[in-house]
């Protein structure tokens, strides 16, 4: 059973338009929700996160949106830049370890 | 250091060998996390350390996997008997808080196990 998945294997969005990428999850428990951003040949990075207690936390041109009664939760880049060409992973630590997605392809074009 | 170190980066071994992946955390982060990311897939958890105990181990395939972090600092990973489907980008990550929380990990680079 997938607790957090990522529907949408990959992304290709124009430079300076909006990026959406979205995560669903089934537990309810999760406190925290994380967006980590990996580039090839490294590990993932830490991005952004947002507490199960709102429902938007906004960092420059990163917002990550929660909705807990459709437990979804979306990550919009605005606007979005070739240097954001990553995989991007929705996550979501619980006790002591986090539960990945599969990640999104994000591929921003000049 | 700066940041999290794992050595070696690539490792190709026989099926059958044994193998020990090392990796150095944050100076001062008391969190150490082992994942395991095959190709096309998300990091799954193997197992956790604060300090030098080892609180959940249950992301453990099977009893080749071991892990170590004697001193509270430096960690292994050590695979025993290695098989093909234990290919894949074995992930090590640091963390000041005891359970990362809101704050993420920092991960390292990786070491790319491939077994043949």
């Known amino acids: 059973d997938q607790q957090v998945k990522q529907n949408s294997p990959s992304l290709s969005v124009q430079e300076g338009r909006i990026s959406i990428l979205n995560c669903d999850y089934t537990?309810?428990?999760?406190?925290?929700f994380l967006w980590y951003k990996k580039y090839p040949a490294e590990g993932p990075t830490f991005l952004i996160s947002?507490?199960?207690?709102?429902d938007k936390n906004e960092d420059g041109r990163f917002t990550v949106f929660l909705n807990k009664s459709a437990k979804h939760l979306s990550l919009h880049i605005v606007p979005s830049q070739p240097g954001d060409s990553a995989v991007y992973f929705c996550?979501?630590?619980?006790?002591?370890?986090?539960?990945f997605g599969d990640g999104t392809t994000l591929t921003v074009k000049p | 250091g700066a940041g999290v170190s794992q050595s070696p980066r690539y490792k190709v071994a026989k099926r059958g060998q044994d193998v020990a992946l090392r990796c150095d955390p944050i100076?001062?982060?008391?969190?150490l996390f082992w994942y395991q990311q095959a190709l096309g897939q998300g990091p799954e958890f193997l197992t956790y350390?604060?300090?030098?105990?080892?609180?959940?181990k249950s992301g453990l395939p099977s009893d080749r996997f071991f892990a170590e972090r004697p001193e509270g600092s430096v960690s292994t990973l050590k695979i025993q008997r290695t098989q093909q489907e234990d290919s894949a980008v074995y992930l090590c990550?640091?963390?000041?808080?005891?359970?990362?929380?809101?704050?993420?990990?920092?991960f390292g680079s990786g070491t790319r196990l491939t077994v043949v």
């Open positions: 990550a640091s963390s000041f808080s005891p359970t990362a929380g809101p704050y993420g990990y920092t």
């Open positions: 537990n309810s428990m999760f406190d925290y």
């Open positions: 947002i507490s199960s207690i709102k």
């Open positions: 996550a979501a630590p619980n006790a002591g370890k986090s539960t």
């Open positions: 100076s001062g982060h008391v969190s």
């Open positions: 350390f604060q300090n030098e105990a080892q609180l959940d």
